[in-house]
């Protein structure tokens, strides 16, 4: 894989556990948990010097059970169970409902475009990680490399992963262990 100067994760089911309530959705600051190996892998990675960014899908906030200041609250909670020398650079969140019509929502892929202008880096610098296949075609969408992690609730199988032709890591250590 080429040298990279970024990560951009999905957050739920990539760096922390999904909620088993409400459709998945963390709600509260106090319901971020961090998957095993994430610490650890986030350190490393910044020990490089990478930049480190999020791009998570949050219709919660269109249904209503989540404010954005209640987002801020849980992505603070984030990177405090992360600390300084793992900390996210910045969180870049999709609100919208499905028939809303914005270029934000996986698998569409503003949030990723976004990113990049704002760090001014190209898409062959970046690596985007994430879970799920509509992380995967928001990737694919934006010209960006991808791997797979599998998230905590098993939602897709290893053929699914498999047809993509996108590598996949049986975590994030391991992800980190063979790529950097």
């Known amino acids: 894989m080429p040298q990279y100067k970024a990560i ?7 760096l922390n556990a999904t909620s088993r309530g409400k459709g998945g959705y963390v709600l509260k600051a106090d319901e971020m948990t961090l998957l095993p190996f994430v610490k650890e892998s986030l350190q490393k990675l910044k020990s490089q010097g990478l930049g480190l960014y999020i791009f998570t899908q949050q219709r919660c906030i269109g249904k209503g059970l989540l404010t954005e200041e209640g987002l801020k609250d849980i992505h603070n909670k984030l990177n405090q169970l992360l600390g ?26 503003g949030m990723l475009f976004d990113i990049l202008r704002d760090f001014d880096l190209k898409k062959e610098e970046v690596l985007v990680v994430g879970d799920s296949l509509r992380d995967f075609y928001a990737a694919e969408n934006a010209g960006m490399d991808f791997a797979f ?7 897709h ?24």
């Open 84 to 109: 300084e020398e793992a900390a996210i650079d910045a969180f870049y969140h999709c609100p919208h409902l499905v028939d809303e019509g914005c270029a934000c929502s996986k698998p569409k892929p």
């Open 8 to 14: 951009i994760f999905d957050r739920d089911g990539t």
């Open 157 to 180: 199988t290893d053929q699914e992963y498999a047809a993509t032709g996108a590598p996949y890591f049986q975590n994030l250590h391991d992800l980190v262990a063979k790529v950097f």
């Open 149 to 155: 992690v599998p998230n905590d609730l098993g939602k």
